[in-house]
Every structure is written in structure tokens, then in C-alpha cells.
């Protein structure tokens, strides 16, 4: 089953504001990602973490990996609506060997124009 | 289109009947991997494989669930005598592999959805 807890479970917000949402772990993951999933589509890849502390950016989107490394954060600034979709966090244990990822349940986000 | 390919993208079976999917990954991909998601959930492991050996098998994946990567570039999954509770988004990725370190970063298809009336 899941082990990771996402929220918010679903955010509405209008066109141009900024987004945060996380995802949280009972256990430590050595890689965190964040995809994006539209309706009958698969997920899309759209940051990967792969060290404690570390921040990285992909356009108006930027994401953390927790100190803890228990914990993940994702931002969108200045909201489209081409953003809307759901959003997924995903933790992997170990790059060394089997490459399994765990994900939350998702953030579905609305942004009204 | 060189990302993940999925088919069928939409089946409709009855209870009982088998299914096939079929997934050819990222051309120059190793590791192929099987998963399932159903409505409002995010997407569950099943299985992944590294060239043709299948080395890792969710508790999900039921002796009604047979998958395959025969010669090490594509992949089926197989469900016989298909439940209503089969009905799921099947999912497959796949990722590149160097030496000892995985990328950690998987690319999915489009995925196949299937419904067991």
C-alpha cells in the first residue's frame, strides 16, 4: 500500500497564484521526483532529487529534498491554467539497486482563469 | 515519438476472459517496470525487469498476472480469467541503468486502462 502522505489532496486557486504542497514518509528515501498526471495520460516526469537538502527548479516549478530526507515540497509560481492536472510525489530507496518507486496519493489542482 | 508506448490504451473484457497488454520502452532503456493504478490512488508497483530477467515481483501481482520481456526490449503483461477488481490504469515505465546506479528517474507510457464488466 501507500507509505507516502501527500497534501494538500486538492488546492483550487486562481490563474496567477503560487502553489506548495508536500509529501511526507515515515522512512527515508534517497531520491524523491514529482510528476504530473492528466486525465487518461501517464505520469510526466518533472523534477528529480537525489540529495538531502537539495533544491532544483524546472521553470515556475521548484521542488526540495527534506533534510530529513523523510520529507519532499513542491512550488509552482504564478499558476497557469495549463497547471491543472494531478501531482504526484514518488520516493526511491536506493539508487544502488532496484529502482522501485513508492508514490503519494496526489494533489489534484484546479486553477480558474 | 520515442517516449513509452502502450497497447491497447483501452480494453473492455468480461469477467473470466484473459487480457494481453503490450509495452515497448524507451528505445535505449534496460529497466522496464509494470504498474497499476486505480481511481483517485497513485500508481502501486507490480514488477520491473532489467534487460530480459524479471528480478522484482510485487505481493500485488496475484498467479493470475504474468509478465514478460523476452528478449529484453519489449514487454507483456498477461492477466487470465480477468476480475471485476482487475479494472485498473496499467502503467508501464522504463529507465536507464549505468554500471551500478540506476537514474532513479522513470518515464511512463500512456498507459492501458482496462474494465472488467
Known amino acids: 500500500g501507500q507509505q507516502l502522505n501527500q497534501s494538500p489532496q486538492s488546492m483550487f486557486i486562481q490563474e496567477g497564484e503560487d502553489v506548495s504542497m508536500n509529501c511526507t514518509s515515515s522512512?527515508?528515501?534517497?531520491?524523491w521526483l514529482w510528476y504530473k498526471q492528466e486525465p487518461g495520460e501517464g505520469p510526466v516526469l518533472l523534477i528529480a532529487?537525489?540529495?538531502?537538502?537539495e533544491l532544483t527548479s524546472n521553470g515556475r516549478l521548484t521542488a526540495q529534498f527534506g533534510i530529513t530526507r523523510k520529507d519532499s515540497f513542491l512550488n509552482i509560481s504564478a499558476s497557469i491554467p495549463s497547471d491543472v492536472g494531478i501531482y504526484f510525489c514518488?520516493?526511491?530507496?536506493?539508487?544502488?539497486?532496484?529502482?522501485?518507486?513508492?508514490f503519494g496519493e496526489g494533489t489534484q489542482l484546479t486553477v480558474n482563469p | 515519438d520515442t517516449g513509452v508506448s502502450q497497447d491497447p490504451r483501452h480494453k473492455i473484457t468480461k469477467r473470466g476472459q484473459n487480457v494481453t497488454f503490450r509495452c515497448d520502452p524507451i528505445?535505449?532503456?534496460?529497466?522496464l517496470y509494470w504498474y497499476r493504478q486505480t481511481l483517485g490512488q497513485g500508481p502501486e508497483f507490480l514488477t520491473y525487469?532489467?534487460?530480459?530477467?524479471?528480478?522484482?515481483k510485487s505481493r500485488l501481482l496475484s498467479d493470475r498476472f504474468s509478465a514478460e520481456r523476452p528478449k529484453g526490449s519489449f514487454s507483456t503483461l498477461e492477466i487470465q480469467r480477468t476480475e471485476q477488481g482487475d479494472s485498473a490504469m496499467y502503467l508501464c515505465?522504463?529507465?536507464?541503468?549505468?554500471?551500478?546506479?540506476?537514474?532513479?528517474?522513470?518515464?511512463f507510457g500512456e498507459g492501458s486502462r482496462l474494465t472488467v464488466l
Open positions: 514518488a520516493g526511491q530507496r536506493t539508487v544502488t539497486s532496484g529502482s522501485r518507486l513508492t
Open positions: 522512512s527515508i528515501f534517497n531520491t
Open positions: 525487469f532489467q534487460n530480459e530477467a524479471q528480478l522484482e
Open positions: 515505465a522504463s529507465s536507464l541503468r549505468l554500471g551500478t546506479i540506476n537514474t532513479g528517474e522513470l518515464f
Open positions: 532529487l537525489y540529495k538531502a537538502g
Open positions: 528505445s535505449e532503456h534496460n529497466r
